[in-house]
């Protein structure tokens, strides 16, 4: 079975302090990778995805993630955040012919 | 497209009643999806459905908690008896296809007394 760890569970920094969180995965197989944004008392929202192709994905808002196979990770980075990227962020996994599995979250607080 | 639509947004009620959260996915949608969000547990998958069909229910917290998918754009969460430890938010969401990307409604936040 499919599991997605991600590392910190409670990350702080300031206004244009540079951001990553990290997500690592365990399947040895083809998969579908995305990160999900969840906003103060808001629904999940998809930031970013990527399926093949360029492991370097761009999403909205300035956010872009890495996929290296390799590693088996497909961590989450913004050269500068803002006091509206305070969120609660989710990587999320799918494997061939499974649904998508999601990490425990990360919940980011950007101090203005 | 009006995007994934759940009802109510908000429900309170006391515990031993009957509670039914409502969804409705993006039309065209083949897999539909039932988590509950709470701040002990975060985000816990508790069924989904493929063509309308539960595939895996091994989520669901107890016999109390039972969901249908009677057609393509219709599916229900029922709670019977609710208790207190079920407050919580209850988001749907639906997908192309199960290991596609998934769209969340607004989720439907219950609060059992």
């Known amino acids: 079975a499919q599991s997605v760890s991600q590392h910190n569970h409670h990350v702080i920094l300031s206004e244009a302090a540079s951001l990553e969180l990290g997500c690592n995965y365990s399947y040895g197989g083809t998969v579908n990778l995305f990160w999900y944004v969840q906003y103060p008392g808001q629904h999940l929202q998809l930031l970013l995805k990527y399926f093949s192709g360029d492991p370097l994905v761009k999403g909205i808002k300035g956010f872009e993630a890495e996929f290296i196979k390799s590693k088996f990770s497909f961590n989450l980075r913004k050269p500068s955040v803002q006091w509206s990227d305070t969120a609660e962020y989710f990587c999320a996994v799918g494997a061939a012919g499974n649904k998508l599995t999601f990490g425990g979250g990360t919940r980011v607080l950007v101090k203005p | 497209d009006a995007g994934v639509i759940q009802s109510p947004r908000h429900e309170v009620t006391e515990m031993g009643q009957e509670v039914t959260l409502r969804c409705k996915p993006i039309?065209?949608?083949?897999?539909l999806f039932w988590y509950r969000q709470t701040m002990m547990r975060g985000l816990e998958l508790l069924i989904y459905?493929?063509?309308?069909?539960?595939?895996?229910d091994s989520g669901m917290p107890e016999d109390r908690f039972s969901a249908k998918m009677p057609n393509a754009s219709f599916s229900t969460l029922k709670i019977q008896p609710s208790e207190p430890r079920d407050s919580a938010v209850y988001f749907c969401?639906?997908?192309?296809?199960?290991?596609?990307?998934?769209?969340f409604g607004p989720g439907t936040r219950l609060l059992v007394l």
């Open positions: 039309s065209g949608h083949n897999s």
């Open positions: 459905f493929n063509n309308n069909v539960p595939i895996d």
């Open positions: 969401a639906s997908s192309l296809r199960h290991q596609e990307t998934q769209y």
